[in-house]
């Protein structure tokens, strides 16, 4: 079974500074990752993938992700915070299906809610 | 442009009484989803469908139906077997339900039941 720990249920930065939220996974087999952000009363919104090409995966909003295997972590930064990131961000793993047809179940972090104090 | 779209966006209902739930997608997408979004809980999986005329349950199906007639439309019955109802319910599609197919949302529906 999968599963996705994000640590820290709210993440507070300054304007300007570097935003880092956590993200580490559990998986019996080797896994693709997601981001996505929530902007309030919205959809979710993919950010970045990792499906076992480039372990540092560049996204959208200047949002970068590591794939670290050794660490099964998949953590979010981006180097310089703007107000416009305040937002929920959650984490998913997903398996990659047993073959043809079969569903690759994906799982979702409980979320973290990013605070940006100008 | 291409999405999905979910109606109405906030919803009111009586305990006791049926609703459906509305998702419709233009983006050609076989696999269709059901999400449930609950304060500090991520997201719970009630229903998801691979092609026309099948679907399957997922984690919390209990007190919901779905339909999949259409490949452009999945609506969520939400019943009055479910006990707790109000939540925010998030509707998605991806090209294949295979584990790399990043998942696309509408702008989900917030049902309150009382």
């Known amino acids: 079974a999968q599963s996705v720990t994000q640590l820290g249920s709210h993440v507070s930065v300054s304007e300007g500074a570097l935003v880092l939220l956590r993200c580490n996974y559990s998986s019996s087999v080797p896994p693709y990752l997601f981001w996505y952000v929530q902007y309030p009363n919205q959809g979710l919104q993919l950010l970045l993938k990792?499906?076992?090409?480039?372990?540092l995966v560049k996204g959208i909003n200047g949002f970068e992700a590591e794939f670290k295997k050794s660490e099964t972590s998949f953590h979010l930064t981006k180097p310089s915070a703007h107000m416009s990131d305040a937002a929920e961000y959650f984490c998913a793993v997903s398996d990659p299906g047993g073959g043809g047809t079969s569903y690759g179940k994906l799982t979702f972090g409980q979320g973290t809610i990013l605070t940006v104090h100008p | 442009d291409g999405g999905i779209t979910q109606s109405p966006k906030y919803l009111f209902r009586k305990e006791g009484q049926n609703v459906t739930l509305s998702c419709e997608q233009n983006?050609?997408?076989?696999?269709m989803y059901w999400y449930r979004q609950d304060p500090g809980q991520g997201l719970r999986l009630i229903y998801y469908s691979q092609i026309v005329n099948d679907f399957q349950k997922g984690d919390i199906a209990e007190g919901y139906s779905v339909s999949r007639e259409k490949k452009e439309s999945f609506p969520l019955t939400v019943t009055s077997a479910q006990k707790n109802p109000t939540a925010f319910y998030l509707c998605?599609?991806?090209?294949?339900?295979?584990?790399?197919?990043?998942?696309?949302f509408g702008n989900g529906t917030r049902l309150t039941v009382t």
């Open positions: 998605a599609s991806s090209i294949g339900i295979r584990g790399y197919s990043p998942l696309h």
């Open positions: 990792y499906t076992s090409a480039a372990t």
């Open positions: 983006l050609n997408h076989d696999a």
